[in-house]
């Protein structure tokens, strides 16, 4: 037993594993940060490429295009990385997309104008989505069965310390063209999975098999599930990503004429990553004692509520809003969280790859058409509280879809 014990700690291919493991979390994080990065220094950086002062409503329109166009590239990425993982390898595809969304962050230091931005931002969440889809099965494809749900989830929760990361930048960085130079750190990351991480094994078998015919994802059987997973999922990221993309600017419109809202909107960014995190990790243990459906539709009861105290009944800025967004973000992290586990299991496995990604890239569409009318919304709703209180309605809608799908079988206790 102590030999095998010996055997396992010594083995190569286990440490090669927890190599590539920690460089898919830290592009991870980075994906994080990056993805939140134009959302803190968005009231800041618009003005200053129009060399210009500009109206709450301008400001709404063109951070729309922009926010709208990396959820686009985002969409774009997962949908095709996914398909080019499975032709050339997961590392290459994963050194790839992480140089990708690193070499766009770092031009947006020299971008002339926002139309440029928006290009940059669009190739840049074509690297995110690439990188979040691609690691996910590659660690589930390298790592042993029983722990491998440990490392899956703490790979998700990677996701939000990136944005108390973005938060940080802000604190320390006023100027927001160097807070894009952290461009370089992916691009880094990038050569080092390139050179460090093994290819997996499991991709290298079945590319070879590509002549089986999978059961289809469109069949009567699998219809239903594949549609409620992409309402679901959809909504939850038009909410999510609608709130995330514009908390910012709104607590800005809170503040006094003249205020710079620095610390402000870097905290606030910090309490949203920070509620995420703690989310992503309660929410295992909320779905072993309740079940999956129990646990998504109190969340989404919670971001309803939570969302009406935060956008109705705050028309300054204070500390209260502190509070308040820590809440929503908790709730926030545990549907991610859930939804990690919940939509997979709404397929057979010889399609859940496939079916999930579906419902993923799908969803983002969704989300990316609804932030790009927010700028509409703040304009015929009369500010930014109004337009965001909007964004509860997507989780009401998710609320209700996930109580009438059937509830699968997510019974953790016998994955050991």
């Given at each position: 037993?102590?030999?095998?014990?010996?055997?396992?700690?010594?083995?190569?291919?286990?440490?090669?594993?927890?190599?590539?493991?920690?460089?898919?979390?830290?592009?991870?994080?980075?994906?994080?940060?990056?993805?939140?990065?134009?959302?803190?220094?968005?009231?800041?950086?618009?003005?200053?490429?129009?060399?210009?002062?500009?109206?709450?409503?301008?400001?709404?329109?063109?951070?729309?295009?922009?926010?709208?166009?990396?959820?686009?590239?985002?969409?774009?990425?997962?949908?095709?990385?996914?398909?080019?993982?499975?032709?050339?390898?997961?590392?290459?595809?994963?050194?790839?997309?992480?140089?990708?969304?690193?070499?766009?962050?770092?031009?947006?230091?020299?971008?002339?104008?926002?139309?440029?931005?928006?290009?940059?931002?669009?190739?840049?969440?074509?690297?995110?989505?690439?990188?979040?889809?691609?690691?996910?099965?590659?660690?589930?494809?390298?790592?042993?069965?029983?722990?491998?749900?440990?490392?899956?989830?703490?790979?998700?929760?990677?996701?939000?310390?990136?944005?108390?990361?973005?938060?940080?930048?802000?604190?320390?960085?006023?100027?927001?063209?160097?807070?894009?130079?952290?461009?370089?750190?992916?691009?880094?990351?990038?050569?080092?999975?390139?050179?460090?991480?093994?290819?997996?094994?499991?991709?290298?078998?079945?590319?070879?098999?590509?002549?089986?015919?999978?059961?289809?994802?469109?069949?009567?059987?699998?219809?239903?599930?594949?549609?409620?997973?992409?309402?679901?999922?959809?909504?939850?990221?038009?909410?999510?990503?609608?709130?995330?993309?514009?908390?910012?600017?709104?607590v800005q419109s809170l503040l006094a004429?003249?205020?710079?809202?620095?610390?402000?909107?870097?905290?606030?960014?910090?309490?949203?990553?920070?509620?995420?995190?703690?989310?992503?990790?309660?929410?295992?243990?909320?779905?072993?004692?309740?079940?999956?459906?129990?646990?998504?539709?109190?969340?989404?009861?919670?971001?309803?509520?939570?969302?009406?105290?935060?956008?109705i009944t705050n028309h300054t800025f204070?500390?209260?809003?502190?509070?308040?967004?820590?809440?929503?973000?908790?709730?926030?992290?545990?549907?991610?969280?859930?939804?990690?586990?919940?939509?997979?299991?709404?397929?057979?496995?010889?399609?859940?790859?496939?079916?999930?990604?579906?419902?993923?890239?799908?969803?983002?569409?969704?989300?990316?058409?609804?932030?790009?009318?927010?700028?509409?919304?703040?304009?015929?709703?009369?500010?930014?509280?109004?337009?965001?209180?909007?964004?509860?309605?997507?989780?009401?809608?998710?609320?209700?879809?996930?109580?009438?799908?059937?509830?699968?079988?997510?019974?953790?206790?016998?994955?050991?």
């Amino acid at each position: 037993m102590e030999t095998l014990e010996l055997h396992k700690v010594n083995n190569p291919t286990l440490t090669r594993n927890w190599i590539a493991f920690g460089l898919c979390m830290l592009s991870y994080i980075l994906c994080g940060t990056v993805s939140t990065l134009m959302s803190v220094y968005l009231p800041v950086a618009i003005p200053d490429l129009l060399k210009r002062k500009v109206s709450q409503a301008e400001l709404g329109e063109i951070g729309a295009f922009v926010n709208a166009t990396f959820l686009y590239g985002w969409m774009f990425g997962g949908l095709l990385f996914g398909v080019i993982s499975d032709r050339i390898g997961r590392t290459k595809t994963l050194a790839l997309t992480t140089g990708l969304y690193g070499v766009a962050t770092c031009l947006v230091v020299i971008v002339p104008n926002w139309y440029s931005l928006m290009g940059l931002r669009f190739v840049a969440g074509m690297g995110v989505g690439g990188v979040l889809l691609v690691s996910t099965v590659y660690i589930s494809e390298i790592w042993e069965k029983r722990t491998r749900p440990v490392m899956l989830g703490i790979l998700a929760v990677s996701f939000p310390i990136g944005i108390v990361a973005t938060g940080s930048l802000n604190i320390f960085f006023a100027a927001w063209r160097p807070a894009f130079g952290l461009g370089i750190i992916p691009v880094v990351v990038a050569l080092l999975i390139l050179f460090l991480t093994p290819e997996s094994n499991s991709w290298q078998l079945t590319k070879t098999q590509l002549v089986l015919d999978p059961e289809n994802i469109f069949d009567k059987r699998n219809r239903p599930n594949l549609i409620a997973g992409s309402i679901i999922f959809g909504s939850v990221l038009i909410g999510l990503w609608g709130i995330f993309s514009w908390l910012p600017t709104w607590v800005q419109s809170l503040l006094a004429a003249g205020e710079d809202g620095q610390k402000q909107r870097g905290l606030t960014m910090v309490l949203l990553g920070l509620g995420g995190i703690t989310g992503g990790i309660l929410s295992g243990f909320l779905i072993r004692n309740f079940g999956s459906k129990r646990t998504l539709m109190f969340t989404f009861s919670g971001c309803i509520v939570i969302c009406g105290l935060l956008f109705i009944t705050n028309h300054t800025f204070s500390n209260v809003i502190y509070l308040e967004t820590a809440a929503l973000s908790l709730c926030f992290g545990i549907s991610q969280g859930a939804l990690s586990s919940y939509i997979p299991e709404l397929f057979p496995v010889i399609i859940r790859a496939t079916a999930t990604g579906f419902c993923f890239n799908i969803g983002r569409f969704f989300t990316a058409t609804a932030v790009f009318f927010i700028g509409a919304l703040v304009t015929i709703l009369g500010g930014f509280g109004n337009a965001l209180m909007v964004f509860s309605i997507p989780f009401l809608i998710a609320l209700a879809a996930a109580w009438l799908i059937k509830d699968p079988d997510t019974n953790i206790k016998n994955l050991s």
